[in-house]
């Protein structure tokens, strides 16, 4: 069976986990906690980062690889289209929402995260003991924009990557607005790509996350509660119910000696 090291929330595990579900293939999770262990990552495939899919005794690293890999191993429903202009299209707008909406998501999370103790809380794994969940819960907000400025995420650089996704959802809104999808009339790699890394903005409605259910439908302020992107949020919960398997569908388990420690990306 294909095994997905991954991070529940990681937008481009997401990604990878609904491209896997879009072609119907069936996979194991396989959890990389937060920790010590990225030797045993590192020595399975040269580097740190999740995702990582293993199929048979291969390993492949990056989302975007891993897409590529999908569809010249398993053409059946494939992630891009053949016309050449929609080829294009598709793989350059994937490649935008991975630089933009994937990094500046982080960002939007983070504030709301800084803002919202109980929000905070809710975001650890369900299976998290109430004990850690009331320690992180009383980390002082103001420690937790301290720590934030020593890894980038200044209160500038903040604020301009939720400018930047404002300007991001409007353009995705009215591009959707007389279309299906983003490039035509079917779905492709691109519409997975945008809607999957959007999670960190307002989180799915359905079962899809290892979440608590109060956390479905909910989001970054300003942004998951704006209702002038209320369609593409709309459009983004009707492609997850037409393609993306309940959680129920899928096993996740811890990585037996395996990394701990990881670097999202």
């Known amino acids: 069976m294909i095994e997905l090291y991954q991070f529940e929330l990681s937008q481009y595990s997401e990604k990878v986990r609904l491209l896997l579900d879009y072609k119907g293939l069936r996979y194991r999770k396989i959890e990389v ?12 495939t040269g580097q740190k980062q999740v995702p990582v899919l293993k199929d048979g005794s291969r390993y492949i690293a990056d989302s975007t690889e891993i897409a590529r ?13 053949r016309d050449p202009k929609q080829k294009g299209l598709c793989l350059m707008m994937e490649e935008w929402a991975d630089e933009s909406i994937g990094t500046k998501g982080r960002k939007a999370l983070f504030s709301a995260i800084t803002s919202n103790q109980n ?21 002082p907000n103001d420690v937790l924009k301290f720590l934030g400025v020593g890894v980038g995420y200044t209160p500038d650089v903040v604020k301009s990557a939720i400018a930047d996704l404002r300007q991001d959802l409007e353009a995705l809104t009215l591009l959707l607005a007389d279309s299906p999808y983003l490039t035509g009339d079917e779905p492709c790699l691109a519409d997975l ?15 899809y996350l290892n979440l608590p259910a109060t956390l479905r439908g909910k989001g970054v302020p300003g942004l998951a509660d704006n209702p002038n992107y209320e369609p593409f949020f709309t459009w983004r919960d009707r492609l997850y119910a037409r393609f993306r398997k309940p959680l129920i569908s899928t096993t996740t388990t811890p990585s037996p000696g395996a990394p701990t420690s990881i670097q999202i990306d």
């Open 33 to 44: 906690t937060p920790g010590i262990g990225q030797v045993e990552l590192f020595r399975l």
């Open 69 to 81: 890999y999908l569809d010249f191993q398993y053409p059946d429903r494939p992630l891009v289209p």
């Open 119 to 139: 929000f905070r809380k809710s975001l650890l794994p369900t299976t998290t003991p109430d004990l850690l969940k009331s320690l992180l819960e009383g980390v």
């Open 193 to 207: 790509a945008v809607a999957s890394l959007s999670i960190l903005l307002k989180f799915p409605d359905g079962p």
